[in-house]
């Protein structure tokens, strides 16, 4: 009812209260409705507003006034950039300008995180210590231990012989990329209860979050309302996890101390290169926190893609473990000067990128001071968010851009320019696809989910064969979305799972 309220008779009272003589806004992107203020366009998002219905506005938004138009919330637009070249002028070109966050009126957990730091000196300490700690050479070695665990208990859900199993692999995939990262953020000493709690606590806190928030498009009074009922809740799962993410931490710290296991060897996870930085204890429960959030879910959701699109192209499949057999035997030959060529399955994992990106926008940008940006004004702390999926699906920039072609990353042929890892650097062709975002906020996890993503589909290729639940028809996998932060299968992956015996080619 309030929301109702909020959302319906405000606007019509400012609609008739103020007269619309904005007319020194003319070269801004275009908005649909007149601006008012305070609600901005938001009443027409009716009902709770979702990402899936701000979508939906905005596609046809752009097919009516092109690539960059813009939302008004309160005093300031938000500005949606559906094309490569201007994205690459703002985030590229312009990179300083572009490198600043919108602050929100409730942040929680993300509080003290590198996403929402102000661009400026603790933001880069933080975002370089991160970097290097994913750089490190321990990364491997988790690696390792993570992708057999996966095979492991894929193993054991497939034991049918013959026909194999149907299983829906989601849960498995979702377990194995949270082991691996709670590994590297955690060290790999903490006991499979805490594990099991971090995760339901993740789930449940991610559950509460109203997911428009991440647009900045939701007034502070409609989201008071949207988070009333679920605010109790919130807050208690936000306790229980900063109380069980302080005791691993401790627990960590106690073995640093005593000295345990501090020789060389030893990894340095993420918590120990924090305790060196010298926070506070509500600064690391955060980090950890943006750590696991930035991570998991949208390495997993990337991984179900992947094996979705493999199950449905079976030739595809072949393909790609006849690439890793080429690859593993000439290894063995010409150890060293081999020519670096992309393997297969990078092109596989780009392909999936590029068609399904976990984010379909950036996280929101602002900038620090008004510019213009190709023919637009935008103002300072304007609202600026990059439109991930319209780009890497635009048919000026892909030929036949709805179907899953991974050929399309070998040598000669249309995205052999680009990576996904340093995008932008050379130029706008490098950006006819940005999954991970480019210039200074892009995201610094890009490097290890593209080793993840394609070490784990190389597993999954070389120990099963991946096959319709129907093979007579073949095409059974519904690709259909569901849109949120971040856009899952609408239905989870249901496959039947061969255990090959003709593994041993590859030990
Ligand atoms: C497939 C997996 C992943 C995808 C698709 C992804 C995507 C993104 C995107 C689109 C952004 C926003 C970039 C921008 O606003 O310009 C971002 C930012 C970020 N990501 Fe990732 N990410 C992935 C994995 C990771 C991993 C593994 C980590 C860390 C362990 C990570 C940590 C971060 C952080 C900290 C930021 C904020 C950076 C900043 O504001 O300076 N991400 N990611
Ligand atoms: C496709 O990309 C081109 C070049 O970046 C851009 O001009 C065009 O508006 C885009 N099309 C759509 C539908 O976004
Ligand atoms: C988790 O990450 C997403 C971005 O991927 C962000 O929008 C969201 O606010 C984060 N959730 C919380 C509870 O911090
Ligand atoms: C994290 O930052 C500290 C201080 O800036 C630095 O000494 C340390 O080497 C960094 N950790 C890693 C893993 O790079």
Known sequence: MLLLLCSIVLPLLLLIIISNNHNGHSSLPRAPWPRLPLIGNLFFL????????????LRRLHAVHGPVVSLWIGSKPAI????HGIAHRALV???TTFAHRPTSWYTGLNSHGV????????????????????????????LRSSANRLVKSLESAAAGEHGGDVVTPSDTFRHAVFGFFAALCFGEGVEEDKLRRLRGLHAEIISLIVELDAFHLVPVFVQVVCYFPRWRNLMRAQRSHHVLVTDIISARRRRREEGVGCDVAEPRCYVDTLLGLGLGEDEMVSLCWEYMNASVKTTTTALEWIM?????????????????????????TTCGERRRRRPFVEAVVLEALRLHPPAHYLLAHTTDKDVTLDKHVIPKGSIVNFDVASIGRNATLWTEPSVFRPDRFMEGGEGTGVHCTNAGCGGPETMKMIPFGAGRRACPGAGVAMTVLQSFVEDLVRRFKWIPVDSNVGTDVDTTEKQGIITEMRVPLQTRLVVRRDNLLFE
Not at 115 to 142: D, I, K, P
């Open 115 to 142: 996403n929402s730091a102000t661009y400026g000196s603790r933001w880069s300490r933080l975002r370089r210590n991160l970097s290097s700690h994913l750089a490190g050479e321990h990364v491997a070695g988790v």
């Open 80 to 83: 949606f950039i559906a094309c």
């Open 46 to 57: 009716h009902h709770t507003p979702t990402v899936a219905s701000l979508t939906e506005v």
């Open 308 to 332: 979705a699109r493999l199950v449905l192209h079976q030739d595809i499949q072949q393909k790609l473990r006849d690439d890793i057999a080429r690859q593993a035997s000439s290894d063995h």
């Open 93 to 95: 070109n312009m990179d």
